[in-house]
């Protein structure tokens, strides 16, 4: 539905993560548009990973990670639409094993986790200039758990919000407002569709002289 919104992007982008990355199409865009740019992609269908490697596999800056980002805890799975190989959500293996009794799911058992801020020390010691999250309802828990001394590393962070803009606001708008984010929403270009948005978020620059310092030493041409 989106065009996840590039023209907010900073203009120079030196590390990216790409939460969500499917068969790697927004990371080839990324680059194209900042060759230098460093990007871990994280993406738990096996089958999409597989083409994701493919269309990433000569490009050494780019750290793939075939695991869902989250923080959940106990044996997990993901359920996957048969006609949308984008359409992956995480859920509890005893749930994905009551959606795949119905036999309308496709089922991956076993699913690695991988918490966002293993992903950015991975990447880089300092700045993450964008996250972009397309991940089918995680965004709650990843952006709900995510240390904010992590998530005040992030630049900016654009995605797709599940469920109401009104439940997004509520229950991780807070957290990024007060982590020092500005937030903005676009809605779907369906009016009738309110259960699906964008959203962007922007962290402000830091008040205070010593947290100026640390940016000026994390981000030189700030």
Request: proline share 5%; hydrophobic share 40%.
């Amino acid at each position: 539905m989106s065009s996840y919104l590039w023209e907010r992007y900073p203009a120079k982008i030196r590390a990216a993560i790409d939460i969500g990355g499917h068969v790697g199409w927004w990371t080839r865009l990324l680059k194209m548009g900042h060759p230098g740019a460093s990007v871990a992609v994280i993406e738990p269908d096996v089958e999409s990973f597989a083409l994701l490697r493919r269309n990433t596999t000569h490009d050494p800056s780019i750290m793939l990670y075939n695991a869902a980002c989250g923080y959940l805890e106990g044996p997990m799975s993901i359920v996957r639409d048969p006609g949308n190989s984008g359409a992956t959500h995480l859920v509890r293996s005893d749930e994905a094993a009551a959606r795949a009794a119905g036999g309308e799911w496709l089922v991956q058992d076993n699913v690695s986790l991988m918490s966002l801020e293993t992903a950015m020390d991975a990447l880089t010691e300092g700045l993450i200039d964008v996250v972009k999250c397309d991940c089918e309802g995680s965004e709650y828990d990843i952006f709900g758990n995510v240390p904010l001394a992590y998530l005040r590393r992030i630049r900016c962070i654009v995605g797709e919000h599940h469920g109401r803009v009104e439940r997004f606001r509520a229950e991780i708008g807070a957290r990024f407002e007060a982590a020092g984010f500005t937030l903005s929403y676009v809605a779907h270009p369906n009016p009738e569709v309110r259960e699906l948005g964008m959203f962007f978020a922007e962290y402000r620059a830091p008040r205070s002289a010593q947290l100026r310092a640390l940016w000026r030493r994390l981000w030189p041409t700030r």
